[in-house]
């Protein structure tokens, strides 16, 4: 039983070299000379103004977590892409709720104005 887990610990052992690895060959081949010039913050060639820790509205917060949220449901549609054929009209079906009920959040979500930008 356990000559199975050989080739994940091998793949660990691997992915543990290699990432460090090029980070380390990186930092011996770069250039390292920082300035003022360098280490001041880039914002499309424009000096900085104000603080980096500038508030944000919240709307941006909800439209970033609503992204998420309609994303991650949305994978759920590929497995059953994949056993559609074996799952038959039950599995439609439910598809069909699920749907229904991501579109019914989605127009609720529409009509609270959380995708309004202003």
Not at 28 to 38: A, H, Q, S
Request: glycine share 8%; charged share 15%.
């Amino acid at each position: 039983m356990p000559q199975n887990y050989v080739p994940i610990f091998l793949f660990i052992a691997v992915v543990g070299v290699m990432i460090p690895l090029p980070l380390l060959l990186a930092k011996l081949v770069r250039p390292d000379n920082p300035g003022k010039e360098k280490l001041m913050p880039y914002e499309c060639g424009i000096d900085p103004v104000g603080g980096s820790r500038g508030r944000y509205t919240v709307r941006y917060y909800i439209v970033a977590i609503l992204f998420v949220v309609f994303d991650v449901e949305t994978i759920f549609l590929f497995p059953w892409a994949v056993k559609f054929r074996a799952l038959g009209k039950f599995g439609l079906l439910e598809m069909l709720i699920f749907l229904l009920i991501l579109v019914v959040g989605y127009v609720w979500v529409w009509k609270k104005g959380a995708l309004e930008w202003v």
